[in-house]
């Protein structure tokens, strides 16, 4: 299993980024992919998952209307696009996946999945 994020970078305040998680080495289709992010000195946080098998998304709270999780099965991605950043969003955000079938449904997000990729920072400021 190897999961690879990329698409981070610097922006102000209001812009987007789109980024990218490319997996390998097991059916995507079967699995869970959660996006989450963490701060140093703070505990990780999800931020939004979709269900390979049904297309099912859950979204936080503090990202919900502005970012957007989608899939292209054929290229084995998953994808985050986030509009309207704030500088709260700056954090390290890391895709990760997992087989169970509660791993991500519309209303949960598994808290700890079992594979992870290496992260991408993402500084939102002015």
């Known amino acids: 299993v190897q999961l690879v994020e990329s698409g981070g970078g610097s922006v102000q305040p209001g812009e987007s980024l789109r980024l990218s998680c490319l997996a390998s080495?097991?059916?995507?289709?079967?699995?869970?992919i959660g996006w989450f992010r963490q701060v140093p000195g703070r505990e990780r946080e999800a931020v939004s998952c979709?269900?390979?098998?049904?297309?099912?998304?859950w979204y936080s709270t503090d990202v919900r209307g502005r970012f957007t999780i989608s899939r292209d099965s054929a290229k084995n991605m998953v994808y985050l696009q986030m509009n309207s950043l704030k500088p709260e969003d700056t954090a390290v955000y890391s895709c990760?996946?997992?087989?169970?079938?509660?791993?991500?449904?519309?209303?949960?997000?598994?808290?700890?999945?079992?594979?992870w990729g290496q992260g991408t920072q993402v500084s939102v400021s002015s």
């Open positions: 990760a996946t997992d087989a169970a079938l509660w791993a991500c449904t519309k209303r949960t997000i598994k808290k700890s999945y079992d594979y």
């Open positions: 080495g097991f059916p995507l289709n079967n699995y869970a």
């Open positions: 979709i269900n390979n098998r049904d297309g099912a998304a």
